[in-house]
């Protein structure tokens, strides 16, 4: 399994505070059957500011780690970024990372709202070359009230990533609704961990995937090109 979404660099946000604490739940990802995970980090929102040098350098830090400790699995460099008035400066300055230094962008909207300049913003990165992806739109206040924007923002080409706890109920009634309605439609059809740390946060993919699979609609298929 390819997990397109979870915080594994030590030290950078709300994801594990050391190194051996990201050896820890990279170790129990890698038994439950992950060989590549894409390391979110917050960005631009407030509280984790993590530059795209800081999050190279962990992430080489952290690759050495994996090779000493004999773990296979992959980590891939990204950054997760907070939708917020700073986003299109930094994307226009060239301090943003996607996923892996290519040009899938993964972007977050704030939890309570949907933006009114949410368009137009994913619009303008788009200009800027980047394929704007969407992290748990089925957790977002604004998207639950008003699924409409999500059906929209897919339109346009934004991909969307679902959480696989979502699946199973861990957020909320309304957060599972909405992921298995965005499932059925083929709104966003790939599902990753959004995983922390072994405890509160944990890494679901391998439960929150089976859930999703017997909807019937799940798709990777195309994680490949957003590991470009």
Known sequence: MVDLHAHVLPGLDDGPA?????????????????HTVVAAVHAY???YN????????THEQLSLALEREGLGIQVLPSMEIYLGFDILRAVKQGEVLGINGGANLVVE????????????ALFEIMMD???????HPERNRGIQKNPDHMYALASRGVVGLLTAASFLG??????????????????????????????????????????????????????KSLLC
Do not use: W
């Open 129 to 135: 070359g980047y394929r704007p992806v969407l992290v």
């Open 109 to 120: 909207l704030p939890a309570r709202e949907f933006p009114a300049y949410t368009e137009r």
């Open 170 to 223: 861990r957020f909320s009634a309304e957060a599972q609704a909405l992921a298995e309605e965005f499932l059925a439609e083929g709104v966003a059809s790939m599902v990753m961990s959004d995983a922390h740390d072994l405890k509160g946060r944990r890494p679901q993919l391998p439960e929150g995937l089976a859930a999703a699979l017997n909807l019937g609609k799940v798709d990777q298929s195309d994680e």
């Open 45 to 47: 929102d407030g509280r």
């Open 50 to 57: 993590a530059t795209r040098d800081a999050i190279l350098r």
């Open 18 to 34: 050391t190194l051996e604490e990201s050896l820890l739940l990279l170790r129990a990802m890698e038994e439950q059957g992950v």
